[in-house]
């Protein structure tokens, strides 16, 4: 038969060991701090009706048009794998009628997401986000303490360098004055725009901010700014948001071009981008989105939230992040009757705690004794024919090679004795 190696689909990230592990490191600082806050977790569909992200995310914007994984199912229902997780959060606070266990409700997500992109370094068409929603307060303080949250999540993994990119888009009151101003701007412009932006201009015009083209950020760098067409209400919002985040510290830069590429945010949008990143400088993302649960079907509810991804997190912490815990003893048998005697030792200590490994095949005293200093444990426990005659084992201490004898009899308990 004609070999054939099978590969994933191109773009799809996967996480192997030694990383799969300081991903878990992290995984865990996010959901203790975040239940800490009081947030619980959501484990959600990862394949949903197209519907659900052509009308939250919004039809004429980049991901909707081009970016999704859409087919067709056996029973001809157009399905999508989710390219983001707050549609889905709040198709699932409507469906489960979540807002009526409690008035608010803080909801965390960890998974993956798909998106059909070009492929390259911190971009992959499969990739993970860390993401939370809180729903049912409208205040500007839930904005200030998540986003306070957040800082707290990077400072506790010493990631440097990234910035707080901080705006507003207004309300159903001020944006569409504001749209028609832009529109008004762009159309005098649209020579110098790219295909999208001039398609988009009646429909969608706040897109033309978000371009990553560089004539149409030129052409768009004069623009009005929605800043200045903030009604009261937004106006209020925002600033207290900023005087609140000067009480406690943290910094941030307001950027009146920051629209994100997402149709569904109101008022509060903001970033985090870290220069290292390269062009893919955003580490997390995310706003307020008032208008969202109700145009999904549910009672109108306010609601904040955002997303980290996880990929580009971690290319920012490099190998800042506590090693693994190691086994603490490698037990290492010459010869068969000594792999016999320590096999039910080996198991019992494990059943505790994972606390010794066990080579089975019989390997030279050499080929053990390396693998033991690889796996980082603290002592090797020699078994072999003399050992098994006088009734104890040799215990080499693998940082101070020091060595001690334990006997057979009682091995269990002398081992448990060694810990610190
Ligand atoms: P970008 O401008 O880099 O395309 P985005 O605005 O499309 O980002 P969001 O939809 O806000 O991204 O998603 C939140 C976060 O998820 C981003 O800040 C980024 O860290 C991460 N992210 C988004 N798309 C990808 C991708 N294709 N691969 C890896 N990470 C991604
Ligand atoms: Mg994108």
């Not at 239940?35 to 959600?44: S, V």
């Not at 800043?227 to 948001?241: M, V």
Request: hydrophobic share 40%; net charge neutral.
């Amino acid at each position: 038969m004609k070999k054939i190696q099978i590969k994933t689909v191109k773009g799809f990230n996967e996480i192997l060991p030694p990383e799969s592990f300081r991903w878990r490191l992290v995984e865990d600082k996010f959901r203790d701090l975040l239940e800490g806050y009081g947030f619980a977790e959501l484990r959600l569909a990862l394949l949903e009706p197209t519907e659900l992200f052509a009308r939250s995310i919004g039809g004429e914007t980049d991901i909707v048009e081009k970016e999704m994984y859409t087919f067709v199912d056996r029973s001809d229902r157009s399905l999508t794998l989710r390219p983001e997780a707050t549609a889905s959060v709040v198709r699932a606070y409507n469906q489960y009628s979540l807002g009526k266990i409690s008035e608010i409700n803080k909801l965390y997500y960890v998974g993956p997401m798909f998106r059909y992109e070009r492929p390259q370094k911190g971009r992959y068409r499969q990739f993970h986000q860390l993401g939370a929603e809180v729903f049912g307060e409208e205040s500007f303080y839930q904005d200030a303490e998540t986003l306070v949250m957040l800082a707290q999540f990077f400072h506790a993994l010493s990631v440097k360098g990234a910035v707080l990119h901080l705006n507003s888009l207004g309300c159903e009151a001020c944006r569409p004055a504001f749209r028609d101003q832009l529109k008004n701007y762009l159309y005098e412009r649209q020579e110098a725009l790219c295909g999208d932006c001039r398609r988009r201009i009646s429909e969608n015009p706040l897109r033309a901010l978000d371009c990553k083209n560089p004539q149409c950020r030129e052409a768009a760098a004069g623009a009005p700014l929605i800043s200045n067409a903030l009604c009261d209400g937004c106006h209020q919002h925002f600033s207290g948001l900023c005087s609140l985040l000067d009480d406690v510290g943290l910094d941030y830069q307001v950027n009146p071009r920051l629209v994100r590429g997402l149709d569904y945010y109101t008022r509060t949008t903001f970033e985090f981008l870290a220069g290292d990143l390269g062009a893919q400088n955003a580490v997390a993302a995310g706003g307020r989105y008032d208008r969202l649960v109700e145009e999904l079907g549910g009672k109108a509810t306010p609601a904040f939230g955002f997303a980290i991804g996880f990929e580009r997190l971690m290319m920012l912490i490099g190998s800042e992040v506590a090693p693994l815990s190691s086994p603490f003893v490698a037990l290492v048998p010459l010869g068969e009757e000594a792999l016999r005697l320590l096999f039910p030792i080996h198991v019992e200590l494990n059943r505790e705690a994972q606390m010794t490994t066990l080579g089975f095949q019989q390997k030279s005293l050499k080929s053990q004794l390396k693998k033991a200093d690889k796996d980082g444990v603290t002592y090797a426990l020699i078994v072999g024919p003399d050992e098994l005659n006088q009734g104890e084992a040799l215990c080499r201490n693998m940082r101070t090679k020091e060595q001690s004898r334990l006997p057979l009899n009682r091995l269990g308990e002398a081992l448990r004795e060694l810990l610190p």
